[in-house]
């Protein structure tokens, strides 16, 4: 059977992820994501009434024009989790393909809802669930789609695997291995190493932290950290505001609780908090406390603030985006004085998240920090663990699959370097089985 992959987006940047795999007649298309960074830059891009071409052009969506060169049909398109960097062009591109979009239940939920924004084009391809664990045929050659668990820093993420005569194609994109998360279920090591023993063709691996050592912490440390920094504060009788990613439904968790155990009644403000957690709450998969506030227009956001500002700060927890300092993120207006909530001397500001390592980031985060610092608040940086796994992970991964041929992704040149390195020294050889590749190409592997 012929096997060609085309590694279409997100392989010369951390952002719109979008690859192709053919086997035979059946083609499976694996994300299809958004470079957020490319949009920001910009001010006041609507992206829901843009053109697809001229999104791609902007560098923002995949550029799938490279879809022409593969042969067969395409049979599904398989986010691997909610985030934007996954699903984020569904809306744009998933038009084109007569083909289902086959995710776990939380993608689904959050693709359906990015689909109803949408506004420039009618995306009317089947969304089908299937769990983490559970596999299904595709076309009439024998090949079949598998969903292993793994752990990362959204609910319900997995690695999709396609099952051809001629081996596995192991989709490694994102995850690290965490035995002892917050919500939901670790790491399925036994699986992938199940695999492995069966035989694999290929594993295209996110390389996000592979140049760091050792192996990342499980979200049950980051959770340990917040409590240590949230309990040292419970004499506190003034303002403590927190942010995370707002799609971090186990950190989200974490923080309600510990609010609630220093005395705090926690408060999720901001249009995305109140997205991914509510649809979270309603899809079963945490619970919350009865009455906890969820609030993501601005009217009713300011109605909470006055609400603490009379019943006193020191009552609540405000849980906000702006975590990177979103120039329109809640925490950023706080910095700037654009709502009811006064910040005073002493107050402290919980960053439970790192900067994305990225310009733009680093900018904002810089400015809504130092705006927060001028009204006195003591900040609380980087309490929080990655999502993605470190060099020991990844070393653990490549020898619990020991696949034939390795393609590096989710990073620019600079970032592959580490682990090509790391596959060199496990006895991969670059241009043989080891393909470091662009946006674009087209790799075949068995002709
Ligand atoms: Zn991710």
């Known amino acids: 059977m012929e096997i060609e992959i085309a590694t279409i987006g997100g392989y010369e940047e951390v952002g719109r992820q979008m690859t192709a795999v053919r086997a035979g007649e059946d083609v499976v298309i694996f994300d299809m994501g958004l470079n957020l960074s490319k949009v920001l830059i910009h001010d006041n891009v609507e992206t829901e009434r843009m053109h697809s071409l001229d999104l791609i052009d902007m560098g923002a969506i995949p ?155 499980s979200e049950s440390v980051a959770r340990r950290h917040l409590k240590d920094v949230m309990y040292s504060m419970a004499d506190y009788d003034g303002g403590i505001v927190a942010t995370t990613f707002s799609s971090h439904i186990a950190r989200v968790k974490s923080l309600v609780e510990f609010a609630d155990d220093i005395g705090r009644q926690p408060v999720l403000l901001g249009r995305s908090m109140e997205k991914y957690s509510g649809t979270a709450e309603r899809l079963d998969f945490v619970e919350f406390p009865e009455d906890l506030g969820m609030y993501g227009h601005r009217k009713s956001v300011d109605r909470t603030f006055k609400r603490i500002m009379s019943e006193g700060k020191e009552n609540f927890l405000p849980i906000v985006t702006g975590h990177q300092g979103e120039p329109r993120a809640m925490l950023t207006r706080m910095g700037r004085g654009d709502t009811p909530y006064e910040l005073e001397e002493g107050d402290k500001v919980i960053f439970s998240a790192r900067v994305i390592p990225e310009p733009t980031n680093e900018g904002q985060r810089y ?36 696949a034939d041929h390795l393609i590096p992704a989710h990073q620019n040149m600079e970032g592959f370097a580490p682990y090509v390195e790391l596959a060199e020294s496990e006895g991969y050889e670059l241009g043989e089985d080891l393909h470091v590749t662009r946006n674009g190409n087209v790799i075949t592997l068995v002709e």
């Open 367 to 402: 400015q809504s920090e130092t705006l927060l610092k001028m009204q006195g608040a003591r900040i609380y940086d980087e309490v929080h663990v990655s999502g993605h796994l470190n060099r020991e992970g990844h070393y653990e991964m490549l020898n619990a699959l020991e």
């Open 63 to 217: 550029d799938d024009r490279v879809m022409s060169e593969i042969e067969g049909d395409v049979k599904a398109i398989v986010p691997t989790h909610g985030h934007l960097d996954h699903i984020g062009a569904i809306s744009k591109l998933a038009h084109r393909y007569d083909a289902p979009i086959m995710a776990t239940p939380f993608t689904i939920e959050l693709v359906k809802q990015q689909i109803q924004g949408e506004e420039k084009f009618g995306v009317e391809n089947d969304l089908v669930k299937m769990d983490a664990g559970a596999s299904t045929r595709i076309g009439d050659d024998g090949v079949e789609l598998e969903f292993v668990n793994v752990t990362h820093s959204i609910i319900d993420a997995i690695n999709p695997v396609l099952h051809t005569p001629e081996g596995a194609i192991v989709y490694g994109l994102d995850k690290r291995m965490d035995h002892d998360p917050v919500l939901g279920d670790p790491i399925d090591m036994d699986r992938f190493r199940e695999i492995g023993e069966e035989g694999v063709l290929c594993y295209i691996e996110d390389c996000t932290n592979a140049q760091k050592k050792g192996r990342t912490p």
